[in-house]
C-alpha cells in the first residue's frame, strides 16, 4: 500500500490469465494516449526480445491474435516482467 497525500493506493497482484492484446498492453503502458499506441510498444518489446518472440511462435503465437493466452503471458512476463 502506498501512502500519497490522502490517498490510499492498494497494488493488485498481476494474475497470469488469458488477456486481449489491447488489456495487456494497457497494464504494461497504462499513460499511453491509446490502447493502440500500447499494443505498439508492447509487440516492439516482445520483438527486440528475440528469445521471448521465438518462444511464443513455437507455443503457436499469431501476430494477427487479438488475444494472448496465458502460456503466452506467462512467457512475456517471465521475461518482460510483470507489468
Known amino acids: 500500500m502506498f501512502y500519497l497525500g490522502v490517498i490510499f493506493l492498494t497494488m493488485k497482484p498481476f494474475c497470469i490469465r488469458a488477456y486481449a492484446k489491447q488489456e495487456l498492453a494497457m497494464c504494461y ?3 499511453s494516449i491509446t490502447s493502440h499506441a500500447a499494443v505498439n510498444h508492447l509487440m516492439g518489446w516482445i520483438k ?3 528469445i521471448l ?9 499469431h501476430k494477427h491474435a ?4 496465458a502460456k503466452e503471458v506467462e512467457l512475456i ?3 518482460l516482467g510483470e507489468p
Open 29 to 31: 503502458f497504462p499513460s
Open 48 to 50: 527486440r526480445c528475440k
Open 53 to 61: 518472440h521465438q518462444h511464443l511462435i513455437d507455443i503457436g503465437y
Open 66 to 69: 487479438k488475444y494472448f493466452s
Open 77 to 79: 512476463v517471465k521475461f
